[in-house]
T-cell receptor, first 114, second 114 residues
Framework: KAGVTQTPRYLIKTRGQQVTLSCSPI?????VSWYQQTPGQGLQFLFE???????NKGNFPGRFSGRQFSNSRSEMNVSTLELGDSALYLC?????????????FGSGTRLTVV | EDKVVQSPLSLVVHEGDTVTLNCSYE??????LLWYKQEKKAPTFLFML????IEKKSGRLSSILDKKELFSILNITATQTGDSAVYLC??????????????FGKGTKLSVIP
């Protein structure tokens, strides 16, 4: 059974650019959540998608957005990149759409903004 | 604001030692407490605790939740160098619209030396 797949693994972007990250959840999982991990703040919740709808959003500026497709794959986009956006972005999928089932994380995308 | 506090932030032990990692939380609409192990990228799931006083075990690892005092501990007995990792505690809380959100602590970095 394939795990959660995130692409790309590494990314280097320049301030002001935009970036799109991709996440393919475990087959059959309908909930996808995104987290940002930095050394200072730890893991912080960005948003959750379930059946193509954003159900929840964390305290991040509007430059951070996402979407989910009918096959449950999800993308997140960050526009007008800032140096502080450098982080490990983790995607997690859940079978039942609730955290009562636990989440399986992908290996993340390491974004560096220069 | 929901909060999860882990202690200690870092710990260095010798192989064979027993360690106890602590996690306290303040959260509304609590549903479950989760422990993850993060070695390089993807946090891997260890335990999910929903009921107070019931210990969960997996090999040398065990965890228990106290919902009255709002804390959980993760015990690792007979530590091995392979246990070296960051251990993350997360609280799952209902955030409306069928969505559950994980709030993570900053983690405890465990280093096991031979």
């Amino acid at each position: 059974k394939a795990g959660v797949t995130q692409t790309p693994r590494y990314l280097i972007k320049t301030r002001g650019q935009q970036v799109t990250l991709s996440c393919s959840p475990i087959s059959g999982h309908r909930s996808v959540s995104w987290y940002q991990q930095t050394p200072g703040q730890g893991l912080q919740f960005l948003f959750e998608y379930f059946s193509e709808t954003q159900r929840n959003k964390g305290n991040f500026p509007g430059r951070f957005s996402g979407r989910q497709f009918s096959n449950s794959r999800s993308e997140m986009n960050v526009s007008t990149l800032e140096l502080g956006d450098s982080a490990l972005y983790l995607c997690a999928s859940s079978p039942g759409g609730t955290a009562l089932y636990g989440y399986t994380f992908g290996s993340g995308t390491r974004l560096t903004v220069v | 604001e929901d909060k999860v506090v882990q202690s200690p932030l870092s710990l260095v032990v010798h192989e064979g030692d027993t360690v106890t990692l602590n996690c306290s939380y303040e959260v509304t609409n609590f549903r479950s407490l989760l422990w993850y192990k993060q070695e390089k990228k993807a946090p891997t799931f260890l335990f999910m605790l929903t009921s107070s006083g019931i210990e969960k075990k997996s090999g040398r690892l065990s965890s228990i939740l106290d919902k009255k005092e709002l804390f959980s501990i993760l015990n690792i007995t007979a530590t091995q160098t392979g246990d070296s990792a960051v251990y993350l505690c997360a609280n799952s809380a209902y955030s409306g619209a069928g969505s559950y959100q994980l709030t993570f602590g900053k983690g405890t970095k465990l280093s096991v030396i031979p």
